[in-house]
C-alpha cells in the first residue's frame, strides 16, 4: 500500500498573504483542515500554518509561502497526506485501497470483475466495476451486498443484488 496518499490540489491563490486556495479530494473539507503536515509527492513534508474551509475549498496557509509571487508557483501542485497520520474506523477504507481490488462472488468465486472508481451519493457509496467484457457495473456500497473488503489480498466479496449483472 502506498504510504502517501493524494488529499487535495492547490487550485489558486487566495489574498496577497500567500494563501493558496486547495480543492480537497476527500470526504469533506474540514478532514482536510486537521493535518498541520502534509507532503509533496516527493515526500518532501509540508507544514501547514493554517487552514479554513470556505464553501467547498479549503483556504491554506503554508508555512514559507509569504508573498502571492510564491504561492502561484505552488497552482497546480498536488498535496498528499501520511495514512499513518489518520486511525480509519473499522469498515472504512481509503479509495484508493479499492481501486483495482477484483471483484468476486462471495459464495461462487466467479469473478465480476475490477473496481475502478467510487462514487458518492446521498445514501451510500456506490462502486465502478469493469467487466472482463470492458462494460461496466455499479454495486452499491452496503452491506447487503459487500461481505468482505480485502485490501491486502486484493478481492472484494459480494453478493449480487437480484438482476444486477443482467
Same mark, same amino acid.
Given at each position: 500500500m502506498k504510504k502517501y496518499l493524494e488529499i487535495g490540489k492547490i487550485v489558486s491563490v487566495f489574498g496577497l498573504k500567500g494563501e493558496v486556495k486547495v480543492q480537497p479530494w476527500c470526504d469533506t473539507p474540514d478532514f482536510l483542515c486537521e493535518f498541520d503536515t502534509l507532503y509533496w509527492?516527493?515526500?518532501?513534508?509540508?507544514? @501547514?500554518?493554517s487552514s479554513r474551509v470556505q464553501k467547498n475549498i479549503v483556504v491554506m496557509? @503554508?508555512?514559507?509561502?509569504?508573498?502571492? +509571487?510564491e504561492a502561484q508557483k505552488l497552482r497546480g501542485r498536488v498535496l498528499y497526506m501520511d495514512r499513518d497520520d489518520v486511525e480509519l474506523? +473499522?469498515?472504512a477504507y481509503f479509495v484508493q485501497d479499492l481501486i483495482g481490488l477484483k471483484v468476486i462472488d462471495a459464495d461462487t468465486g466467479e469473478e465480476y470483475g475490477e473496481l475502478t472508481e467510487v462514487s458518492e451519493t446521498g445514501a451510500n457509496d %456506490?462502486?465502478? %466495476? *469493469?467487466r472482463p467484457d470492458g462494460r461496466m457495473c455499479y454495486i452499491p456500497a452496503i452491506p447487503d451486498v459487500v461481505k468482505e473488503t480485502?485490501?491486502?489480498?486484493? %478481492?472484494? *466479496? @459480494?453478493?449480487p443484488l437480484d438482476g444486477l449483472f443482467d
Open positions: 509527492k516527493s515526500g518532501t513534508p509540508v507544514e @501547514i500554518s496557509k @503554508i508555512a514559507g509561502c509569504d508573498t502571492v +509571487e474506523e +473499522e469498515g %456506490v462502486y465502478h %466495476v *469493469r480485502d485490501t491486502e489480498g486484493g %478481492v472484494m *466479496r @459480494i453478493t
